[in-house]
């Protein structure tokens, strides 16, 4: 699946605490859902994962970067390239936001896949 698919097709999923299925997700289950589909990775559940240990910080988002924002609940999005990122949130469901200032000013943290 391409990241162009998987956008159109993520954007029809409602929010589901713990989801990460095309049934429901919230913001990290999207991220396993889009890495699954994407880039054939199985990501393992953030409950029982010590995440932080297969990621590296970096300065700059490239397709495939996990932002930790800064919102009233601690959240992350994907940044999918362009100068774009795609998010579960509890009130919208997934969304499809542009990486603008705004967002840039919550973003507390980027994390890439180590390889």
């Known amino acids: 699946m391409t990241v162009n698919e998987f956008i159109v ?8 605490k713990w ?5 429901g997700v919230d ?3 999207l991220v396993r859902l889009y890495y699954r589909e994407v880039h054939g990775v199985e990501l393992p559940d953030i409950r ?3 995440w932080w240990e297969s990621w590296k910080k ?3 988002p490239i397709e495939g970067d996990v932002l930790l924002i800064t919102l009233e609940e601690p959240h992350i999005a994907l940044y999918i ?9 509890r009130k919208y469901g997934v969304r499809l936001d542009r990486y ?3 967002w ?3 973003t507390k943290s980027i994390w890439r896949l180590k390889k």
């Open 100 to 102: 603008n200032a705004n």
């Open 27 to 29: 913001c990290y289950g």
């Open 58 to 60: 970096v300065a700059e």
């Open 48 to 50: 029982t994962y010590r």
């Open 9 to 16: 097709k993520a954007l029809q999923i409602p929010y589901k």
């Open 81 to 89: 390239g362009n100068g774009r990122i795609i998010h579960a949130l």
């Open 104 to 106: 840039q000013k919550l």
């Open 19 to 23: 989801g990460s299925n095309w049934k």
